[in-house]
C-alpha cells in the first residue's frame, strides 16, 4: 500500500523559509514522478513543482527561483525548499506521485501540510 506523509509545514513570516518534507512508502522512488501541489483557500488546486523519474524537475512560474524540489533516494523522501515566501504562497501543500511522470494525473496522494505566511 502506498503512503504519503507529509510534514514540515508552519507559520512563517514574508522573505521567510521553509521545508517540507514527503515520506514514501510501499513504492520505490527512483521508479515514480514526484510532485508538490498546493490549494489555496477558495482556488483551485495547482501543481507546484514536479521531479521526473529521469530526474528532470520543473516548476510553476510562480515559484521558479524561490522552492526547489529534491529527493533522497535512500530514505524514500522528497522534499520542498521554499525560499523568500509571499503571503500568496500560503495554501495546503500535497505530495503526490504518478508511475507514468510528471505530466499526468497523480495516482497518490498525501493528506497535506498547511504553510501560512504573514505579511
Known amino acids: 500500500q502506498v503512503q504519503l506523509v507529509e510534514s514540515g509545514g508552519g507559520l512563517v513570516q514574508t522573505g521567510g523559509s521553509l521545508r517540507l518534507s514527503c515520506a514514501a512508502s510501499?513504492?520505490?522512488?527512483?521508479?515514480?514522478?514526484m510532485a508538490w501541489f498546493r490549494q489555496a483557500p477558495g482556488k483551485e488546486r495547482e501543481g507546484v513543482a514536479c521531479?521526473?523519474?529521469?530526474?528532470?524537475?520543473n516548476y510553476t512560474e510562480s515559484v521558479k527561483g524561490r522552492f526547489t524540489i529534491s529527493r533522497d533516494y535512500a530514505n524514500n523522501a522528497v522534499f520542498l525548499q521554499m525560499d523568500s515566501l509571499k503571503p500568496e504562497d500560503t495554501a495546503v501543500y500535497y505530495c503526490?506521485?504518478?508511475?507514468?511522470?510528471?505530466?499526468?494525473?497523480?495516482?497518490?496522494w498525501g493528506k497535506g501540510t498547511l504553510v501560512t505566511v504573514s505579511s
Open positions: 521531479h521526473s523519474m529521469n530526474r528532470g524537475t
Open positions: 510501499g513504492i520505490r522512488l527512483d521508479l515514480w514522478a
Open positions: 503526490a506521485t504518478d508511475h507514468r511522470g510528471c505530466a499526468y494525473g497523480m495516482d497518490h
